[in-house]
């Protein structure tokens, strides 16, 4: 069972930046960030592949956001630039030993999530 802790959550004005991390108890070959925004769907923000490190992310985010890990590789981190207030939402997490959306799943482990609000 991998353990995901996330933190670096909070309130910023339209235009600032925020770094969120998320500590992983054990190295996961594929981890990602997703978000949920009150009455909405959960939305893939951005994943990346620890074997070469090829990264993906949402057409809302892309330019703005960075995904990215420590050497180590326990350490996830999502950078946030020139946030919107649509990018408010809750942000989680998520991990796996295995590319859960070649099967069509869900990541199958999740950490707590970490609150995100954009004021404008």
């Known amino acids: 069972q991998v353990q995901l802790v996330e933190s670096g959550g909070g309130s910023v004005q339209a235009g600032g930046s925020l770094r969120l991390s998320c500590a992983a108890s054990?190295?996961?070959?594929?981890m990602a960030w997703f978000r949920q925004a009150p009455g909405k769907e959960r939305e893939r923000v951005a994943r990346?592949?620890?074997?070469?490190?090829?990264?993906y992310y949402a057409d809302s985010v892309k330019g703005r956001f960075t995904i990215s890990q420590d050497d180590a590789k326990t350490t996830l981190y999502l950078q946030m630039n020139t946030l919107k207030p649509e990018d408010s939402a809750m942000y989680y997490c998520?991990?796996?030993?295995?590319?859960?959306?070649?099967?069509?799943?869900?990541?199958?482990?999740w950490g707590q999530g970490t609150q995100v609000t954009v004021s404008s």
């Open positions: 998520a991990a796996d030993v295995r590319p859960w959306w070649v099967f069509g799943m869900s990541p199958n482990y």
């Open positions: 054990a190295y996961s070959d594929y």
């Open positions: 990346i592949n620890t074997d070469g490190g090829f990264t």
